[in-house]
């Protein structure tokens, strides 16, 4: 397998699409993103796979793609072999088994800081996450750090779901933002793009997470870290081909998660008032 991609990266232009943003306000306008990495682990995907690096090299031709797959018994590994041999755009790096999600994006992080990506892609492999979106998503980063393609902000929808499970996310959702005080409406959004100064400020050796839990994570250091996050509508899609990895187990570890980081939170902001009145010779009351 190679070890370097071309770099064949447009200038992403600077206008904005319909979006919401939370954080600290930086500068207007962020440094032009030149090249792009798209990322897409794998597991048992194959009859999905084709079709995704299709649709993605369609609609942003300019990107260069890094499989990511997981040692998957289907085969999913060889479909991706046979599609770097014939686009000199895809990379593959083959894990040697299922680690979860989150140890699977950090490796591909990790390969696209050491490769000089200016902006790398987080994008389901089973159809869910719309690669048509991408263009308005990039646009975004224009003035944002961190770009989340977000279901539950105005405009955004999602597709196939039954009425639990719509309920299940916008519960979590709201879970979240009540814990821990930050106002993204989809932090479990696995449909992203960060800039690559973001997540070097944010720092990829001090992630805690890797399961469902694992977007959560770099959502509240990068809203700690005062980075720009813009969250923009998009429509999610349940897929049509294989079964959803999600189960009960990684849910409740994400929700005694964020319990633990709302905690913390609180904790340290009422020991800052305590140690603001001391200063102040108040008392509190």
């Not at 979860?100 to 050491?114: D, P, V």
């Not at 959004?189 to 994570?217: M, N, P």
Request: hydrophobic share 40%.
């Amino acid at each position: 397998m190679p070890t370097s991609l071309r770099g064949r990266g447009r200038q992403v232009a600077p206008r904005r699409a319909p979006s919401q943003q939370v954080g600290l306000p930086l500068e207007p306008l962020r440094a032009p993103v030149r090249r792009v990495l798209v990322l897409i682990p794998t597991y048992n995907e194959r009859d999905n796979l084709p079709i995704v690096v299709r649709r993605v090299r369609e609609t942003v031709p300019q990107a260069d793609l890094l499989i990511l797959d997981d040692n998957s018994p289907d085969g999913t590994g060889q479909v991706a072999d046979d599609l770097a041999t014939s686009h000199e755009q895809v990379q593959v790096l083959h894990r040697p088994s299922k680690e979860g999600l989150g140890k699977a994006y950090l490796a591909g992080f990790t390969w696209g800081l050491e490769h000089g990506y200016d902006a790398l892609v987080e994008i389901d492999a089973d159809g869910s996450h719309r690669p048509e979106h991408l263009p308005a998503m990039l646009a975004a980063l224009a003035d944002a750090d961190v770009v989340i393609g977000s279901r539950w902000i105005p405009g955004g929808e999602v597709v196939n779901w039954p009425l639990r499970r719509k309920l299940l996310s916008v519960g979590a959702n709201a879970y979240i933002r009540i814990m821990l005080g930050m106002h993204v409406h989809d932090a479990t959004a696995g449909f992203r793009i960060y800039r690559a100064d973001a997540l070097r400020t944010i720092g990829l050796d001090d992630v805690e997470s890797h399961g469902y839990c694992f977007q959560t994570d770099l959502t509240w250091k990068a809203v700690r870290a005062g980075l720009r996050v813009v969250e923009v509508p998009i429509s999610f899609v349940e897929r049509e081909v294989g079964h959803s990895k999600m189960d009960k187990e990684v849910f409740s570890e994400a929700l005694v998660k964020v319990a633990q980081w709302g905690a913390k939170h609180r904790a340290g902001q009422l020991a800052a008032v305590a140690t603001k009145l001391r200063r102040q010779g108040g008392r509190p009351g």
